[in-house]
């Protein structure tokens, strides 16, 4: 099962702080435990490896009729 | 198990100096207020421990003493070594000579001028630990003279010592 997730989608920090960098300036963020963010200067396979391995974020919870982060693909079911 | 950014990444130690909106101000060599990037010339950084005392009162016949634990907590001073060539290894926007930089910051007396530095040994890639010193409080205590004559683009060797009130570990992220 490949887990694909987001950029656009919002994550919640649960292993903080965070640094965030902005790409035009070089200068960072810290976000805190609780906060949440879009992580759209990041690919894809670098949001599964925070959220997977290192469990640096979590998905946030969707709000009602919100768009899901992420989505599975299986390669088969029984 | 699949690479993961980090894996893929160098393991040069990453050094940043903040240039704040404080020392744009102050400084007239510098007009943009950003975050230089200056790994190119750093040898090595240490400092950053932190200390904190816990006082062990022993009343005369116990075994175990009565702790008294300070809540202050300390950071030893952080010590930065770079080798560059002087009028040459220029960085950022405003192009900043480094030694000539400190040199011009380390004799302002008229503001406290704090020049926070972020840095990861670990390369500061995503998901690498990185560690920052005080925003506002850190300030130079120490900038030694250039040493000269190292290698054969005759790169002098300086050390920069910063005294912070603070040191925040995060996650690139």
Known sequence: ?78 | MAKTANATHGKRTKVEAVMTAALVAALASLTTAETIDWSSVVKSISGGELTRTVEKEYVTGDDTPILSYDTNIQYSDIVIVFLYTNGKDTIGTDLIDFGEFLDDLAVVTSSDLSLPIIWSVAGGAIGDEERLSSATETFVVGLTAPVGGVGDNAKVQRTLTLSTSQVTKATVA
């Not at chain 1, 903080?16 to 960072?28: E, L, M």
């Not at chain 1, 925070?50 to 899901?68: F, S």
Request: proline letters at 5%; a positive charge; aromatic letters at 6%.
């Open chain 1, 1 to 78: 099962m490949t887990t694909k997730y987001d950029p656009k989608a919002d994550y919640e920090v649960v292993r903080g702080p965070v640094s965030i960098k902005d790409p035009k300036t070089n200068n960072r963020t810290l976000l805190g435990i609780g906060e949440k963010t879009k992580l759209t200067h990041l690919e894809p396979h670098e949001i599964a490896f925070l959220v997977e391995e290192k469990r640096t974020y979590r998905v946030a919870t969707a709000t009602a009729g919100g768009k899901g982060a992420r989505t599975e693909t299986k390669g088969g079911e029984g």
